[in-house]
C-alpha cells in the first residue's frame, strides 16, 4: 500500500500534474461558489477535456474540480445567505448570522479550515479502509436505505424553530413537493397538472435556488424600499489573524468535527444520499448534543463546523463504492465515473489489483488538491468579504442574473428559471411567516428516498412489512428513529412546562 502510495504520488508531482491541479480546484471554487452553478456542472463541462489526457491527469483534473466545488459553496452560504451547492445549505443557518454580527472572516475561516479536516478524514478513510467499508455498504438494501431516511426525517423536529407544528407543516410540504412528478416504480403521473415538464419532477438546484437566493434578493429589496436605504453590513478585518478563530476555539470543536465527518464519511458511502442530507443531518446532531441548542441559528460557529465537516467527509466517502464496487453515490461521482470509463478504466476490486499506481494516483492527487483548496480558500478570505462592500443595487441584480442562468445551465430548460422564481416567492413568504426552511429541504431531500425505497422493499417481500423490522439494520434505524421521536416529544413538553411556569411567576 505504502508502495503504491508514494509510486501514485510519483505520478502526480509533476509540474503539469501541479498545475492542473491549482487551476482546477480554483475553477471549483468558484463554480461552487456561484448559487446555481456545482461541482456536477463544473465536473460535466470539463469531462470533454479529460479526453486528451492520459487517464491519471484527466482523474487528476476531476477529482480537483470535484473538492473544490464541495467546499466552494460555503463562500456565498455565509455571505450572502445563498447556498452554492445543495451541500452547503445547513451552512447558511449559522454563517450568515455570524456575518451579519461582522464575523464573516471568522465564518469562512472555520467553514474553509474543517472543509479541509473533514475532505482529510474521508480520503485517510479512502486510502486505508475503503474495500471494508464498501463491503459494509452491500450489505444495506432497500429496507435499510428505507430506515435511515425514516430515521433522518425524524430530525425535522429538530429542525423546527420556536414552533414544532409551523416545522413539522414545512417538513409534510416538503415532502409533498418531492411527489411531484412520475412515481417510482410505475411512473404514475403525480401533480403534473398536464404539464411535460414536471413529469421530471423538481430539481433540488432551482428550488434551492429559490428558497435561498431569490428570497433573500426580495428580502432585502424590500427593506431598502420600506427604509430608503439598503442594509450595509460592517466587516472588519483588523486584527484578524490566520483562519480568524482562535487555537482555544478549535480544540474546543474536536468533538464535534469527529462526529460530523464520521456523519459525511457514512452517509457518503451511501448511494442516493450524499452531502445534501449528510450537512443537514450533521448540524441537526450537533444542535441536539450541544449543550447550548438554542443558541444554533444565531451564529455559532458549531454550526458551520458541523456543516463543513460532514459535506466535505462525503466527497471521500462517495469515492469509496465509486472505485471499489463501480457504484456512484450521487451525480457528481457519476460523472467521474464516466471519466474512468472514457479511459477503458472499469472500478471494482480488479482495479486496485490490476492498476494499483493509477488507484492510489487518484488519492494522491485528492491530498494534494485538499492543501491547494485550503492555501487557495485562506488567501482569499479577504478578497471574498470584498464583495459584501459592493453596492446592494449592483451586487443583488447580478446574483439573481447567475441564479437564472444557473438554472437554466442545468438542464438547458426555461421551466426551471420559472421554478426558481415560484419557490423565489414561497421563500419569501416562508419569511413574512417566520415558517422554518431547513425541514421543507430535508422532506424535499428524503421525501423520494423514502417512497422508493419503500415500494422496493415492498416488492422484494411480497407485501410483508415483517423484514423492516427483523432486518438488524433496519430495524436497528427504526428504533433509533423511534426513540428520537419520543425524545423529542418529551423536550418539547418539559419546555413547554417550562415557559409556563416562567409565564406563571
Not at 57 to 80: C, D, F, Q
Not at 223 to 236: D, H
Request: net charge positive.
Amino acid at each position: 500500500m505504502i508502495s503504491s502510495l508514494a509510486a501514485g504520488l510519483g505520478t502526480i508531482c509533476t509540474p503539469s500534474g501541479f498545475m492542473i491541479i491549482i487551476l482546477c480546484v480554483a475553477a471549483g471554487i468558484i463554480f461552487g461558489s456561484i448559487p446555481g452553478l456545482s461541482a456536477t456542472m463544473a465536473i460535466a463541462l470539463f469531462l470533454p477535456v479529460s479526453y486528451s489526457m492520459t487517464p491519471i491527469m484527466g482523474m487528476t483534473m476531476l477529482v480537483s474540480i470535484y473538492i473544490g466545488g464541495v467546499s466552494g459553496g460555503l463562500i456565498s452560504a455565509i455571505l450572502l445567505k445563498m447556498p452554492g451547492t445543495p451541500s452547503s445549505v445547513a451552512t447558511c443557518f449559522d454563517g450568515y448570522p455570524m456575518t451579519q454580527k461582522g464575523e464573516a472572516i471568522k465564518a469562512l475561516g472555520i467553514g474553509v479550515f474543517f472543509s479541509f479536516a473533514g475532505t482529510l478524514v474521508s480520503i485517510i478513510a479512502l486510502i486505508f479502509i475503503a474495500p471494508n467499508l464498501a463491503n459494509l455498504a452491500l450489505r444495506f438494501g432497500d429496507y435499510e436505505y428505507f430506515s435511515i431516511a425514516v430515521f433522518s426525517l425524524t430530525m425535522i423536529a429538530s429542525l423546527s424553530s420556536d414552533s414544532m407544528i409551523k416545522g413539522l407543516l414545512s417538513g409534510v410540504f416538503g415532502i409533498m413537493l418531492a411527489t411531484v412528478g412520475l412515481a417510482p416504480i410505475d411512473a404514475a403521473p403525480r401533480f403534473t397538472f398536464g404539464s411535460t415538464q414536471l413529469s421530471a419532477g423538481l430539481d433540488i438546484l432551482p428550488v434551492l435556488i429559490g428558497m435561498f437566493a431569490l428570497s433573500e434578493i426580495m428580502t432585502t429589496a424590500e427593506t431598502s424600499r420600506k427604509t430608503g436605504k439598503a442594509e450595509v453590513l460592517r466587516i472588519t478585518t483588523k486584527g484578524t489573524r490566520g483562519f480568524g478563530f482562535s487555537v482555544k476555539e478549535g480544540v474546543g470543536q474536536i468533538p464535534n468535527a469527529v462526529r460530523s465527518a464520521l456523519i459525511g464519511l457514512g452517509i457518503g458511502i451511501l448511494p442516493g444520499l450524499g452531502g445534501s442530507t449528510s450537512n443537514l443531518i450533521a448540524y441537526t446532531v450537533a444542535k441536539n448534543q450541544s449543550k447550548h441548542p438554542e443558541k444554533f441559528g444565531t451564529g455559532i460557529i458549531d454550526g458551520v463546523v458541523a456543516t463543513e465537516t460532514s459535506n466535505n467527509a462525503s466527497v471521500g466517502g462517495a469515492m469509496i463504492p465509486l472505485l471499489t464496487l463501480g457504484i456512484p453515490g450521487d451525480m457528481a461521482t457519476a460523472m467521474l465515473l464516466g471519466g474512468l470509463m472514457i479511459h477503458g478504466l472499469v472500478p471494482g476490486p480488479l482495479l486496485f489489483k490490476q492498476e494499483p499506481v493509477f488507484v492510489y494516483g487518484i488519492f494522491a492527487a485528492m491530498l494534494i488538491a485538499n492543501v491547494v483548496m485550503l492555501f487557495e480558500e485562506f488567501f482569499g478570505l479577504r478578497a471574498f468579504v470584498m464583495m459584501l462592500r459592493t453596492p446592494k443595487h449592483i451586487l443583488l441584480p447580478i446574483i439573481f442574473v447567475l441564479c437564472i442562468v444557473g438554472a437554466f445551465g442545468l438542464n438547458s430548460r426555461v421551466f426551471d428559471t420559472f421554478i426558481v422564481i415560484a419557490f423565489g416567492i414561497v421563500g419569501y413568504i416562508f419569511i413574512r411567516l417566520k415558517l422554518p426552511v431547513a425541514p421543507l429541504i430535508m422532506g424535499f431531500i428524503l421525501g423520494s428516498t423514502v417512497e422508493t425505497y419503500f415500494r422496493r422493499a415492498l416488492m422484494t417481500s411480497k407485501g410483508s412489512y415483517v423484514p423492516f423490522f427483523t432486518r438488524p439494520i433496519s430495524g436497528l434505524f427504526l428504533a433509533i428513529a423511534m426513540i428520537s421521536v419520543i425524545l423529542t416529544i418529551y423536550k418539547n413538553v418539559k419546555a413547554m412546562k417550562k415557559k409556563r411556569s416562567e409565564a406563571a411567576v
